[in-house]
């Protein structure tokens, strides 16, 4: 057999026993020789932190003498060293569960509606990792996450959210025993991660530095003194975790999470964008639909968008799918737009915390990025110099300026 690694580092294991124990389980047929194995990096550096993803197309026959070519994305999630922190937050069985059981139900709901990659195999031994179709064979592949997205990608995004987002609320009321899902009880960012020795230090470095470059500007000063304050009260964690926290007043569903452009694939006609699928389903949970929706508005879109465009953008793309499929579903008590617009307010505390966490790391140039990783992350004084170049960016510092008055304005820092 020809194993091509085209000088990457590719796990041992992930040799032909493991690819033939895949093309089992994909195909069912025990009989199954494989050919050859061409593996390639599945992302660029400083585009991944917590897992390793692997593109490999294998070569194989079954019964006949007919060559068969298939490609599949391997994603390895070692939960050692750095991530070892990640391990309570229970990211693997979390994923494997909305990827085999819980998204083949909602796309069920949705009349088989596509949201995510198929996943053809997982397994724990010797680490955890997931095998899923190659979305770029049918031609979809990840937008520029540093300039962000403009207006056809994102009404594309937030038409197939409020579809992801019907669906997951047709499939808890079909299955409401979901609601008491331990999986599905906190996403990434919990009382569990948003600590001083986890993410909570990341959120409290970047909001110092928001501090240091805004209270510099014309017309924030009052606004950094109320965040200043939140800050130094540390109050910050327990503001996100309120919102966070699902109550009866909220719409509620089972959310991505992690809504930010490299967790979207789109597929083209010519250079228009006419679908897209969503990836990586690690911090998926129960709870509001304005979650996702505020986390995206402040992550990925550009400065132009985000300024001028989030109520067309619901009003015009994410209510009319979120309405239609869940009419289709015979959904009770359809919310209607101004309930999702309330809904969006309520929960902009998980917009600011996008914001402050995610956006830097997404606004850095690829240049700077590189080297990125949740190794680099440990090492202080590398975290530190990060940070320092993450929250100076054009874009992290001209989307603060239209989020903070906004946040303001709705009390959050009060």
């Known amino acids: 057999m020809i194993i091509q690694k085209n000088n990457n580092i590719i796990p041992e294991y992930l040799d032909e026993q493991f690819f033939k124990e895949v093309l089992v389980n994909q195909a069912g047929f025990e009989d199954v020789k494989i050919f050859s194995l061409d593996f390639s990096m599945g992302s660029s550096p400083g585009e991944n932190y917590l897992s390793f993803i692997y593109r490999v197309q294998v070569v194989y026959t079954l019964k006949g003498p007919e060559n068969i070519e298939t490609n599949f994305i391997v994603k390895s999630i070692p939960l050692d060293g750095a991530r070892e922190a990640f391990v309570e937050m229970d990211i693997f069985d979390s994923e494997r569960v909305m990827y085999i059981d819980i998204l083949p139900q909602i796309e069920s709901c949705l009349d088989n509606m596509k949201i995510a990659p198929k996943c053809y195999y997982v397994t724990s031994n010797p680490i955890a990792t997931m095998v899923f179709e190659d979305m770029k064979v049918p031609g979809y592949r990840i937008a520029d996450r540093v300039k962000g997205l403009d207006l056809d990608h ?7 959210l409020a579809q992801y987002h019907a669906g997951g609320m047709l499939l808890l009321e079909k299955e409401p025993s979901l609601t008491a899902s331990a999986l599905l009880k906190r996403g990434i960012f919990s009382s569990v991660t948003l600590t001083p020795n986890n993410i909570g230090k990341g959120l409290c470095m970047n909001a110092s530095r928001l501090i240091g470059h805004a209270s510099k500007w014309h ?20 503001k996100i975790l309120d919102t966070i926290r699902p109550s009866s007043d909220d719409i509620l569903t089972i959310c991505h999470g992690d809504c930010w452009v490299n967790n ?19 911090g998926s949970m129960r709870g509001s639909i304005g979650l996702d929706i505020n986390y995206f508005f402040a992550s990925s879109l550009q400065i132009d968008i985000l300024r001028n465009n989030r109520d067309q953008l619901i009003e015009e793309a994410y209510y009319p799918a979120f309405r239609a499929a ?35 790391t997404i606004a850095m140039n690829k240049e700077d990025s590189a080297d990125n990783s949740v190794e680099k992350f440990e090492d202080e004084e590398k975290a530190q110099e990060i940070a320092d170049l993450s929250c100076s960016s054009e874009r992290f510092l001209e989307s603060q300026k239209i989020l903070l008055k906004e946040y303001d304005n709705y009390g959050l820092f009060d």
Do not use: W
Request: glycine residues 4%; neutral net charge.
């Open 154 to 160: 994102s009404k594309i995004i937030l038409t197939k």
């Open 219 to 238: 017309g924030y000063e009052k606004i950094m003194d109320r965040l200043q304050d939140c800050h130094k009260n540390e109050t910050l964690d327990d």
């Open 264 to 282: 979207f694939l789109f597929k083209y006609k010519e250079d228009s964008p006419i679908d897209a699928v969503f990836v990586d389903f690690q």
């Open 326 to 360: 869940l009419e289709r579903g015979f959904y009770k008590n359809i919310p209607t737009v101004q309930n999702v617009k309330d809904e969006i307010k309520r929960k902009a505390m998980f917009g600011f915390l996008s914001s402050i966490l995610v956006l830097p």
